[in-house]
């Protein structure tokens, strides 16, 4: 039997609706880590079927460091006005914009990344491998390790998230979106850095 103080923790604890976090505890047999992990999965599940709907409210955020040297504009959407003026789309807006000044990513995915911009990158690490000694077969997977780190490094969506590395940008806002019930969506967005 679930009480009615751990429904009310796991509520306080990832903000999803009581009845869904009743449901995630009586799955998990009242185990709070166990639900609060399908809470996650069934967040990304949800997030997934909302990805198709439009996205053509949102905010312009923006994010000036104390320091006044590097400063962050992020194009934000969701479906609704409504949601768009909400504390927590307003929340999620500034930890992507604190992401984007501590880590400068340089592209949104990794899809936006050119593929002249791949070679090159590929290049210098076939150049760094070369004098090895190890088989082509095994440069190659560094090579193919060493993009892929890359990517997760200069791509927004695929960073790990500075406040918990557990999860990557794309993982927070998809726990958004199943606590807030829209579409969310990054359109783009512009560092500054003197």
């Keep these: 039997m679930v009480s009615l103080d751990q429904i009310k923790q796991l509520r306080e604890e990832t903000g999803v609706s009581i ?28 997030a997934v079927k909302k990805m198709t709907r439009t996205s053509e409210q949102g905010i312009i955020e923006s994010y000036i460091h104390p320091n006044k040297k590097v400063g962050v504009l992020l194009d934000i ?8 003026r909400s504390e927590d789309f307003r929340t999620l807006a500034h ?11 340089l592209f949104l995915r990794d899809e936006d990344i050119p593929e002249e911009f791949v070679d090159g990158e590929k290049k210098i690490y076939k150049e760094q491998t070369k004098d090895s000694g190890k088989p082509e077969k095994i440069i190659e997977q560094i090579v193919e390790g060493k993009l892929k780190k890359y990517k997760e490094q200069v791509s927004l969506m695929s960073q790990v998230w500075i406040k918990d590395d557990s999860k990557t940008i794309k993982d927070l806002i998809d726990g958004y979106i199943a606590k807030i019930g829209e579409n969310i969506v990054v359109k783009k967005f512009s560092r500054y850095e003197i």
């Design 19 to 46: 009845s869904e976090c009743k449901k995630a505890l009586e799955q998990a047999g009242g185990n709070f880590e166990k639900a609060k992990e399908l809470l996650r999965k069934w967040g990304k599940e949800v």
């Design 77 to 84: 959407r969701c479906e609704s006005d409504f949601v768009a």
């Design 95 to 105: 930890e992507i914009c604190l992401q984007i000044a501590a880590m400068s990513p």
